[in-house]
């Protein structure tokens, strides 16, 4: 299944209950949709594409081998403050990896300008490498992208990207290491 059709999906009950009682008809349901034939096999890659083990660790361990601030948002869900972090504004060339496992998450190819002080991304480099999570805490309904490889918290989704996919992928600076290309 592609990350734009579990993204409908999970907005849907959202949507649902928030037009429940406005007798909206234009909402159009992505779940009877047939999956591509094209999608990716859910496994987590590496960039020459092998396949890469799950890290699992105690609370204890990330702790210990995390910086203060990277251990706060990949495992307790915390949200570095707007044009804090040391990628919002990042235009180089390379890839982004996640800095609690080393799974490559995001390239810079598909980096915008969002204007909203985070990291931004229209797509991740592999589908199976993150996953989407229906988040419900602090009143709001939003989904949650973490690494699918060691289960960090790296930001959240929202539908108001750039074509061609029409999301944006809102990552915490924090979650994410940033390695730069070679010079060509
Ligand atoms: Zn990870």
Not at 158 to 172: A, K, Q, S, V
Request: proline content about 6%; some cysteine; overall charge positive.
């Amino acid at each position: 299944m592609s990350l734009r059709m579990k993204f409908s999906i999970l907005m849907l009950g959202t949507f649902l209950t928030l037009t429940a009682c406005s007798n909206n008809k234009s909402i159009t349901a992505g779940t009877d949709t047939h999956e591509a034939q094209s999608s990716p096999p859910d496994s987590i890659l590496s960039l020459s594409g092998e396949v890469l083990k799950p890290v699992v660790k105690t609370d204890e361990e990330w702790k210990k081998s995390l910086a203060p601030q990277v251990y706060r948002v990949l495992r307790k869900q915390a949200t570095e403050r707007a044009f804090t972090g040391a990628y919002w504004d990042n235009k180089k060339d390379g890839i982004y990896y996640c800095a609690g496992c080393g799974a490559p998450l995001f390239d810079s190819k598909t980096k915008f300008k969002s204007g909203t002080g985070w990291p931004s991304y229209y797509q991740p480099i592999f589908e199976g490498n993150i996953k989407l999570i229906e988040d419900n805490t602090l009143g709001m309904s939003r989904v949650e992208v973490v690494c699918a490889r060691c289960n960090g918290h790296l930001g959240h989704v929202f539908p108001d990207g750039p074509e061609p996919t029409g999301l944006r992928y809102c990552i915490n600076s924090a979650a994410l290491k940033f390695q730069k290309n070679p010079q060509q």
